[in-house]
């Protein structure tokens, strides 16, 4: 009875008094960035987060909440964003300026490597107006800035002197590196030289997939965050109890960019065909009954004028499909001296890339397209994309697809970028997702799949569509 009961209710729980263990999956030990804006890993995305914070910050449900900012106001028709910073101090004991936050703004979005940069170019400047109160003057409307402050890269560290304003500060460097609350200066009862409770402790490591599963299975962490379907099926494996499997319901893009136009993709059609070969339903249904399958590129309207465009195939079946992928499978062998065509698919390494591969390569076969996986480094024919969308604006999701963007796609995304009118700019991101439709320049899948493994004493724990989850937000918040 005890072993069905645990079986049922997941695993047996941790102490609640001793610090919260996290697993971040990645292949290097945490460590912050040398230079704001600087591309991020998840261990480092969570320890800079933790440590450091921007404007604006994510909560536990993926959405906006205060970070150095208290408060903000948006005003000339959106085209500039006024923020009052909250009283804060950064690790030294240095109270937090704008000249500092201003500095460390210009510093990451003129960081050449930030992969956020192509989506803040309509930042103008960022003036300091008094002590505590700075301005984001931009060339255009951004109504999608604030998701968009509130990513790791944009973190704000300070100076190698000042070491970050929390929510959390280093404790303990080293693998795990243990961190410990902040002091909030706001707080009447603060008392800076107070030893923290070992439950509000949090002890943070990087590891591969499957050591961070087994960690957990044997009782020895509370948190696996940051799992795709890459390593799937090492949960499946390790039988680790429903209670503790959580999936996000993240959005983003989870499908195959066409990168080579060549042989049998050059032209659309044909593109089309390797489209309609592919089983989604039976895909997702592979790894997981509530993994949500794909067949447009927008997952829904967002900013764009339009709902998502449909591909005209969608009005038919399966079989149907297949039966007129094959006709124009055997038009190309026909002019091409009887040879199949061949494809090759480019994806990371892992168990799940394995099972996703098969899938794809008995699919396409089905319609006489011969392709064969190679790694995610390799040059391809087709690519995979599996990429949580940091803010939702269609643009991201148009960008991202669009690898190579052939015209007038191309043309007509900057143009939506440049627009200064909302309305416009909505109209042309309509028109370039039908385009990409047509052109057949991504075939989607379903949206991507993040898993954690979540102890049940985590109980502030949300699954959320960015498939984000600060650890000031598992137990309790801190400041």
Known sequence: MLLLTALLTGCDRRPDDVPVVVSAIGSAAPRLAARPGTSLSLPDALLTASTAQGLVRFDALGQV???????????????????????????NGERVTARDVVAGLRRAIANPRNPLRAHLSAIDEV?????????????????DLLPL???????????????GSGPFRIDRAGLPVRLRPGFDPTRP????????????????????????????????SDLVSGGSFADWPLVEVADV???????????????LAVTRRSGFLAAAERREAVAMAIDRAALTRDFAADWTASDTLLPDTLDSAAAPARPPWLAFDLDARRTAAQVRVAGWRAANGGQAPRLTIAMPEGPGAGRLAARLIADLASIGVLARRVPATARADLRLVDAVAPYDS?????????QPCAEPVAGTLARARESGDLAARSQLLAEADAALVRDVAFIPLAQPLRWSLVALRLRAWRGNARAWHPLNHLRRETN
């Open 65 to 91: 909440e205060p970070g150095l900012a208290e408060r903000w106001i948006v005003i000339d028709d959106g085209r500039s964003y006024i923020f009052r910073l909250r009283e804060a101090e950064w690790a």
């Open 241 to 255: 109890p429903p209670a503790n499997r959580r999936i996000d319901p993240a959005r983003g893009l989870f499908g």
């Open 149 to 163: 402050f509130a990513q790791p890269e944009l973190a704000l560290a300070g100076t190698a002197r000042q070491q």
């Open 189 to 220: 009862d603060a008392d800076a030289s107070e030893e923290p409770e070992a439950a509000e402790l949090v002890e943070l490591r990087s590891e591969r997939a499957s050591r961070a599963i087994l960690r957990f299975r044997e009782r020895r």
């Open 127 to 143: 003036v300091e107006m008094t002590p505590l109160v700075i301005e984001v003057r931009l060339s255009r409307p951004r109504p």
């Open 394 to 402: 269609a643009r991201w999701y148009l960008r991202m697809a669009c």
